[in-house]
Nanobody
Framework: VQLVESGGGWVQPGGSLRLTCSAS????????MRWHREAPGGQRELVGR???????RYADSVKGRFTISRDNAKNQMFLQMNALKVEDTGVYYC??????????????WGQGTQVAVSS
């Protein structure tokens, strides 16, 4: 499965951005999808993950500010980011489990989209 992120850019602290992860195949058969980020000079960290609308988990650093959702009909996952902070700056990546029945496939990763939060 190929993944492509979009929606990154520059925003002032307190602002909002919405990232989209578009998949090349039907994501209905993908159990879990995730957003990660990598700050400049830092390690990649998990931002959050989603299985269904009733199973969404977030890193403590983004709880209450970020919302992950997915639209299986459109083969997309979203990351709504509100109340952005300077420390949210980084490259954001989407990541997905292999589809059911293809467990031997590796996880899929997008190429990343840059988010810059500064005044």
């Amino acid at each position: 499965v190929q993944l492509v992120e979009s929606g990154g850019g520059w925003v002032q602290p307190g602002g909002s951005l919405r990232l989209t992860c578009s998949a090349s195949e039907n994501i209905l058969g993908i159990e879990e999808m995730r957003w990660h980020r990598e700050a400049p000079g830092g390690q990649r960290e998990l931002v959050g993950r989603i299985r269904t609308e009733d199973f969404v988990r977030y890193a403590d650093s983004v709880k209450g500010r970020f919302t992950i959702s997915r639209d299986n009909a459109k083969n997309q996952m979203f990351l709504q980011m509100n109340a952005l902070k300077v420390e949210d700056t980084g490259v954001y990546y989407c990541n997905a489990d292999p589809p059911f029945g293809r467990v031997a496939d590796p996880d899929s990763w997008g190429q990343g989209t840059q988010v810059a939060v500064s005044s």
